[in-house]
T-cell receptor
Framework: AQSVSQHNHHVILSEAASLELGCNYS??????LFWYVQYPGQHLQLLLK??????LVKGIKGFEAEFIKSKFSFNLRKPSVQWSDTAEYFC????????????FGAGTQVVVTP | DSGVTQTPKHLITATGQRVTLRCSPR?????VYWYQQSLDQGLQFLIQ???????AKGNILERFSAQQFPDLHSELNLSSLELGDSALYFC???????????????FGPGTRLTVL
C-alpha cells in the first residue's frame, strides 16, 4: 500500500517569506496527488491537484506544487506567505485506476507571524 | 462551499451513548468517505462507501458503523461512546466511478463530537 510522508510537522515563518512543504509518497505506479489546506476550525479545502501533464501545478491562493516523478515528491510552494496562510497543510495520494483509498500525510502546521 | 453537507455541526453527549452523524455528498458524487480527526491521532480514514456498498475500510472501531442509502447520503453510527471518541468527524465525497483514472475528494464542514 502506498504511504505519504510530510517531513515538516511544524513550520514558523514571517510574512513575505517563501514557503516550501515537502511531500513524498511510496508507490511506483501512476498516482493522483493533492494538497489540502485546513484553516483553524475549518474543514479541509482543496488547494491543488495533479493528475498528469505539466508537473508544475498552480492552485488557489498563489500556491503551486511540483511533481518530480523520479523523487516520488510533490512539494508545495508559495513565494510570499501572508498571515492568512496560517493553517495545516495535508498532502494526499491516490493510486490512479483503482479503488484504493486516498492516503493522507500527517499534516504540516504552518504559522505565519506578522 | 464544497457542496458536501454534514449534520449536526456540533454534538455533545455522554459516555456510553450512541449518536448518528449524517452526510450528503456533492451532486453527482457516488462515493462517500468518513474521517476522524483528533489532536493526538491526526486525520484517520474510517470507511468508504460507493453507491451503497462498502469499498474500503480504515481504522474504524467495531463500535462504529456506517451505511450509504439509495439517495447516496451516508450515516456514521457511533455507539458505546468513550471519552476518546471526542473528535471532528469529516465526510468527503468523490465521483469514484469504478477505478476512475482521476478522482478528487471534497470535504464537508465536519461534525464536532464531544463526549463527556
Amino acid at each position: 500500500a502506498q504511504s505519504v510522508s510530510q517531513h515538516n510537522h511544524h513550520v514558523i515563518l514571517s510574512e513575505a517569506a517563501s514557503l516550501e512543504l515537502g511531500c513524498n509518497y511510496s508507490y511506483g505506479g501512476t498516482v493522483n496527488l493533492f494538497w489540502y489546506v485546513q484553516y483553524p476550525g475549518q474543514h479541509l479545502q482543496l488547494l491543488l491537484k495533479y493528475f498528469s501533464g505539466d508537473p508544475l501545478v498552480k492552485g488557489i491562493k498563489g500556491f503551486e506544487a511540483e511533481f518530480i516523478k523520479s523523487k516520488f515528491s510533490f512539494n508545495l510552494r508559495k513565494p510570499s506567505v501572508q498571515w492568512s496562510d496560517t493553517a495545516e497543510y495535508f498532502c494526499a495520494v491516490k493510486v490512479a485506476d483503482s479503488w484504493g483509498k486516498f492516503q493522507f500525510g500527517a499534516g504540516t502546521q504552518v504559522v505565519v507571524t506578522p | 462551499d464544497s457542496g458536501v453537507t454534514q449534520t449536526p455541526k456540533h454534538l455533545i453527549t455522554a459516555t456510553g451513548q450512541r449518536v448518528t452523524l449524517r452526510c450528503s455528498p456533492r451532486s453527482g458524487d457516488l462515493s462517500v468517505y468518513w474521517y476522524q480527526q483528533s489532536l493526538d491521532q491526526g486525520l484517520q480514514f474510517l470507511i468508504q462507501y460507493y453507491n451503497g456498498e462498502e469499498r474500503a475500510k480504515g481504522n474504524i472501531l467495531e463500535r462504529f458503523s456506517a451505511q450509504q442509502f439509495p439517495d447516496l447520503h451516508s450515516e456514521l453510527n457511533l455507539s458505546s461512546l468513550e471519552l476518546g471518541d471526542s473528535a471532528l468527524y469529516f465526510c468527503a465525497s468523490s465521483v469514484a466511478t469504478g477505478g476512475a483514472r482521476t478522482d478528487t475528494q471534497y470535504f464537508g464542514p465536519g461534525t464536532r463530537l464531544t463526549v463527556l
